[in-house]
């Protein structure tokens, strides 16, 4: 990503945060971690250059939902909290069982992945900054 938001040089950015990657979510069957869900906002957020609007999306599992709003808005702060934070005692507080912290782990889903299926996209991907340039040039854009 870090090539295509190169080519592109945006001025703006946003980020739709879809929290249905998390473990555990009950329509989605991703394997994420609420810390490494944090690592790819933390990149944009303070390593790339323009505005930000991060948006929602995805989450069905109510708890991790509320976890992963948390700690993503305390990285959008720059104040990121600790995922071993406890949960404050509240109605819903059954419902953060069993951890009744903020982080949500990865899950133990088996990766079926091959190696060459890894390979045949990232070299998919190293194609596509040289198409965004292309398309640039072809649309008369130019550098400001």
């Known amino acids: 990503m870090e090539q295509v938001k190169d080519a ?7 980020l739709q945060c879809g929290l249905d990657s998390l473990a555990e979510d009950p329509c989605a069957t991703f394997n994420w971690s609420l810390a490494s869900l944090g690592q790819c906002v933390d990149r944009v957020i303070n390593h790339w250059k323009g505005r930000k609007l991060l948006l929602g999306g995805g989450g069905y599992h109510n708890a991790n ?3 992963g709003w948390t700690y993503l808005t305390s990285i959008a702060l720059k104040n990121p909290l600790s995922l ?4 404050p005692d509240h109605v819903g507080f059954p419902s953060y069982a069993p951890s009744f912290i903020l982080d949500v782990p990865a899950g133990n889903m088996q990766d079926l992945n091959s190696e060459e299926d890894l390979r045949l996209v990232e070299a998919c991907f190293e194609k596509v900054p040289e198409l965004i340039q292309q398309k640039i040039s072809l649309m008369g854009v130019q550098d400001t």
């Open 8 to 14: 592109f040089e945006p001025d703006y950015i946003i």
């Open 65 to 67: 939902a509320a976890r």
């Open 84 to 87: 071993d934070v406890e949960i």
